[in-house]
């Protein structure tokens, strides 16, 4: 039976973006199905006790800012501290940071393998400064990457997509989801949070394929 590994996260993530090639790897060498899961972070995590960077104190928002360095210097991977199109404040369009999960869903929900185009969305907003929220940016992004960018864009607001989108976020408010990215092995009761607790998926998953 396969083995399916959910990651709830949103496309505004840095941390989601760092987990990338480690994700992949974990995926390939326990032939996990990967179930990504982009959902609706401004609304889950005010009821599930997590908390956005913006709204965080001056002192949390250095040290989150320390960490990211650092972890950019661990991995190798290039990211802008303060990207250019990563609100600062509460931004003019809600949506700004839904949009590329909606894409993703559609990928998803066409039979492609949704993860390249995510980590590739998500590399062009904290590596690339390129704003994500806007239809051409994503479009673009994704026909560098081998899709059909126009097609995934005008589904994005397809009732499928949203249908998907609300059940993730229901979800994630029932599993106590507070963070991106939020690994969680589908029916299993453990929740890892953070790009940096991957290591602890990679050990249970060799415990359950053991």
Not at 83 to 92: R, V, W
Not at 112 to 139: G, K, M, N
């Amino acid at each position: 039976m396969t083995i399916q590994l959910d990651c709830y996260y949103s496309l505004s993530s840095p941390w989601a973006y760092f987990a990338g090639p480690q994700l992949q790897d974990v995926v390939r060498r326990h032939k996990v199905k990967l179930v990504l899961k982009p959902y609706d972070f401004q609304a889950v995590v005010v009821q599930t006790g997590g908390i956005p960077i913006r709204t965080r104190p001056p002192a949390r928002r250095s040290y989150h800012a320390e960490e990211l360095a650092r972890w950019r210097d661990y991995l190798g991977m290039p990211l802008t501290l303060e990207p250019k199109h990563y609100p600062q404040s509460m931004p003019q369009d809600p949506d700004w940071n839904k949009y590329a999960g909606w894409m993703v869903i559609a990928a998803q929900q066409q039979g492609l393998d949704a993860f390249v185009l995510s980590h590739a969305l998500l590399r062009a907003l904290w590596a690339e400064e390129r704003d994500t929220s806007q239809a051409q940016v994503r479009i673009a992004v994704a026909d560098e990457n081998g899709y059909d960018g126009v097609a995934l864009q005008a589904l994005e607001r397809s009732a499928s997509v949203q249908r998907e989108y609300d059940a993730f976020s229901e979800e994630a408010v029932r599993l106590g989801v507070f963070g991106a990215p939020t690994f969680i092995v589908r029916g299993h009761p453990e929740r890892w949070w953070g790009q940096d607790r991957l290591f602890f998926v990679d050990r249970y998953l060799d415990r359950l394929r053991g």
